[in-house]
């Protein structure tokens, strides 16, 4: 299972006109990060992009640099599961994808995680805000990257360098969890 997301950060005065953008929704002029994640919460990939690209147009974007990965799959084994929120389009995603690489849906698949409705809520006793089955793992993986003093805003000239210092974090995550396991 793959889980995506995507995350809005401000710019600082540092980054250049090119990696700027005003995301609408979150109201932050700055980029966007597009992470996917496996169940452990750690990248499969990561992308940058202005933060008025739409979520949809940012996982195109991330799955079309790297479609090897999609390509290198055999057709045999089962369909990886791509769990995204509900500000993805599936039905879009998957006639965008098609055009990019026309088997990829025999190797994917996309499902929308469940929201609890008002009586679930009310049922369990909660109310308010309650995380939605498995997407408090990608949540998870937001909030390490805030842990990174250099993630909290995005400093960086350009949009590549920005993925770079993204992948730098999550690579000095995983060593402090390698070498805290022996």
């Not at 990696?19 to 496996?38: E, P």
């Not at 993805?88 to 026309?102: G, V």
């Not at 089955?133 to 590549?160: D, G, H, P, Q, Y």
């Amino acid at each position: 299972m793959i889980i995506i997301d995507s995350q809005a950060v401000k710019n600082t005065c540092n980054a250049s006109v090119e990696s700027k953008g005003f995301c609408f929704y979150k109201a932050t002029n700055g980029i966007k990060r597009h992470l996917a994640i496996d169940t452990l919460g750690f990248p499969f990939f990561t992308h940058c992009t202005r933060a008025n690209v739409s979520d949809d147009a940012g996982l195109k974007e991330k799955f079309t640099l790297n479609i090897d990965y999609f390509k290198s799959k055999p057709i045999d084994i089962p369909k990886i599961t791509i769990l995204l929120d509900h500000g993805y389009h599936s039905e879009y995603l998957t006639q965008e994808l098609e055009r990019i690489y026309p088997e990829i849906m025999t190797k994917i698949q996309f499902q929308l995680s469940t929201k609890p409705s008002q009586q679930e809520k009310a049922a369990q006793g909660k109310s308010g805000f309650v995380p939605a089955v498995a997407r408090w793992v990608i949540e998870r993986s937001n909030a390490w990257m805030e842990r990174c003093k250099i993630l909290v805003k995005n400093f960086e000239r350009t949009l590549a360098s920005a993925t770079a210092k993204l992948n730098l974090c999550f690579i000095r995550l995983m060593i402090k969890r390698l070498a805290g396991s022996s």
